[in-house]
């Protein structure tokens, strides 16, 4: 299904961990929105940056590097999750060189663009979009997907504290997507979202 859309439409994505960003976000481009995906461009970053990964070690030390040179992502998660001070130095790196990303995507002719950003409301980004969208799942969902992806009980409870709560999130978005049902029923809210609104 493609969505013939006048003009230059930008759209914030969030939620919380383990709410199904990513699977929105990609029926968005199955739409032929033009998406961006901050934690994957993260993922690039420390992948193929090289600026950034010394900028990382010289930051958290030789203990997140792997020995093939890459970040080694399991350690870095485990020092910055346990400190907010950490945290906000890991940030620092990589936030500006992301939102440089997506804010050059949105000041280019792409049509509409659809950019998910995980701490969008916590970084007052909000204005910067046309529409934010929430997606939403109850804490026993969001818990059981987290541990299917090997996540334990207390490494999700400190990715949640690093966030505002979804109620807060979903109060401050212009629409909501619950995804506690089949992957169908979140892209029909994806497909009537955009008819009803653009």
């Known amino acids: 299904m493609d ?20 699977t929105a976000l990609a029926y968005f481009g199955d739409c032929g929105a033009t998406t961006f995906e901050a934690d994957a461009e993260v993922r690039r970053l420390l992948r193929e940056d ?13 203990p ?23 945290l906000a130095r890991l940030e620092a790196i ?21 950019v998910e950003i995980p701490l969008l409301f916590e970084n007052d980004l909000q204005s910067l979009f046309d529409c934010t969208i929430c997606l939403f799942v109850g804490q026993k969902t969001q818990t059981t997907r987290l ?9 999700i409870e400190l990715r949640r504290s690093r966030q505002w709560p979804l109620a807060r999130k979903m109060e401050s978005a212009d629409t909501v997507f619950v995804n506690e049902g089949s992957t169908d029923h979140l892209r029909s809210q994806v497909e009537d979202f955009l008819k009803l609104s653009l």
């Not at 090289?50 to 030789?62: L, M, P, S, Y």
């Open 3 to 22: 969505f013939a859309l006048p003009g230059v439409r930008r759209i914030g994505l969030t939620g919380g961990i383990g709410c199904g960003k990513s």
């Open 50 to 62: 090289a600026g950034v990964r010394e900028a990382v070690v010289a930051a958290f030390g030789e």
């Open 64 to 86: 997140v590097r792997a020995p093939d040179g890459a970040i080694d992502r399991a350690a870095l998660a485990h020092i910055v999750f346990h400190s907010a001070s950490q």
């Open 94 to 114: 990589l936030h500006p060189r992301v939102r440089k990303a997506w804010q050059d995507l949105l000041e280019s002719p792409k049509g509409w663009v659809v």
């Open 147 to 155: 541990r299917d992806r090997g996540l334990s009980l207390s490494q």
